[in-house]
T-cell receptor
Framework: KAGVTQTPRYLIKTRGQQVTLSCSPI?????VSWYQQTPGQGLQFLFE???????NKGNFPGRFSGRQFSNSRSEMNVSTLELGDSALYLC?????????????FGPGTRLLVL | AQTVTQSQPEMSVQEAETVTLSCTYD???????LFWYKQPPSRQMILVIR??????QNATENRFSVNFQKAAKSFSLKISDSQLGDAAMYFC???????????FGAGTRLTVKP
């Protein structure tokens, strides 16, 4: 089975632009979560989707949004980029939501904002 | 809010020896899950081991085992017979049944010396 895939792997943007990142979960997985990883703040939860619905959201401004499609693929969007948005964005999938479910992580998208 | 603390930013171990990584967490919940994830350099994060809070028995996965002390809110990871491939960042994580998000510690960078 193919693992979680994320595209693109690397991205350079300038302040004020917007960006869309994509995540394809493991086949059969219906829950997708997004995380931001930075040297200063570490790993922080962004949001979780299941059945095209956002189930949970972390403490991030409204510039960060996401969605999930009927095939469970997910996208996250960051509008009006700031320098502090430079980070590794990780996507993780699981069969279902729920704390007992193991999350499988993708390789991440490294975003650099100049 | 639940917090996860890893007090050892870096650890070093000789190949074939044993090392223990520390993790403490703060919560008022009684039911939760704890995880150790491994993130090798430039590679994706993988689950090492997980522990359900209501289970008193410590989880074990081959050379990896945990010492779960619920009352002390401590969740340490022991790696036996360390191998060069164990070199990575190790993250301790807490998952709550209430909001379902994952809280990560700051990580411990493990170096394995040949």
């Amino acid at each position: 089975k193919a693992g979680v895939t994320q595209t693109p792997r690397y991205l350079i943007k300038t302040r004020g632009q917007q960006v869309t990142l994509s995540c394809s979960p493991i086949s059969g997985h219906r829950s997708v979560s997004w995380y931001q990883q930075t040297p200063g703040q570490g790993l922080q939860f962004l949001f979780e989707y299941f059945s095209e619905t956002q189930r949970n959201k972390g403490n991030f401004p409204g510039r960060f949004s996401g969605r999930q499609f009927s095939n469970s693929r997910s996208e996250m969007n960051v509008s009006t980029l700031e320098l502090g948005d430079s980070a590794l964005y990780l996507c993780a999938s699981s069969l279902f939501p729920g704390i007992q479910e193991t999350q499988y992580f993708g390789p991440g998208t490294r975003l650099l904002v100049l | 809010a639940q917090t996860v603390t890893q007090s050892q930013p870096e650890m070093s171990v000789q190949e074939a020896e044993t090392v223990t990584l520390s993790c403490t967490y703060d919560t008022s919940e009684s039911d939760y899950y704890l995880f150790w994830y491994k993130q090798p350099p430039s590679r994706q994060m993988i689950l090492v081991i997980r522990q359900e809070a209501y289970k008193q028995q410590n989880a074990t996965e081959n050379r990896f085992s945990v010492n779960f002390q619920k009352a002390a809110k401590s969740f340490s990871l022991k790696i036996s017979d360390s191998q060069l491939g164990d070199a990575a960042m190790y993250f301790c994580a807490y998952r709550s049944p209430n909001n379902n998000d994952m809280r990560f510690g700051a990580g411990t960078r493990l170096t394995v010396k040949p």
